[in-house]
Nanobody
């Protein structure tokens, strides 16, 4: 199972950005997908989960601003990020888990700065 994240960039505070994650090789075996982020000098933290059956969870720091979604037909997972703050600056990773595997995508850098 391979994941490819994209969509990062440099934006100003208050701007929006949408990250995309392409998943290949998983078929219909995925049980959950997540977005994580790793701010500079800090540990990786979970941002949002989308669990099979439709359960969605967000970190408190992004509730109301970020939205995780999936397009199963395209094998894509998205993270819509609105009202971005400087503290959202991080490398963002997508993650998928299923029957017998866990897989990470490479990171995509998001920088929020004026």
């Amino acid at each position: 199972v391979q994941l490819q994240a994209s969509g990062g960039g440099l934006v100003q505070p208050g701007d929006s950005l949408r990250l995309s994650c392409t998943i290949s090789g998983a078929g219909h075996t995925i049980s959950a997908v997540s977005w994580y982020r790793q701010p500079p000098g800090k540990q990786r933290e979970r941002v949002a989960d989308l669990v099979g059956g439709g359960t969605i969870r967000y970190a408190d720091s992004v509730k109301g601003r970020f939205t995780i979604s999936a397009d199963n037909a395209k094998n894509m997972v998205y993270l819509q990020m609105n009202s971005l703050k400087p503290e959202d600056t991080a490398v963002y990773y997508c993650f998928a888990e299923g029957l017998g595997y866990e897989s990470w995508g490479q990171g995509t850098q998001v920088t929020v700065s004026s």
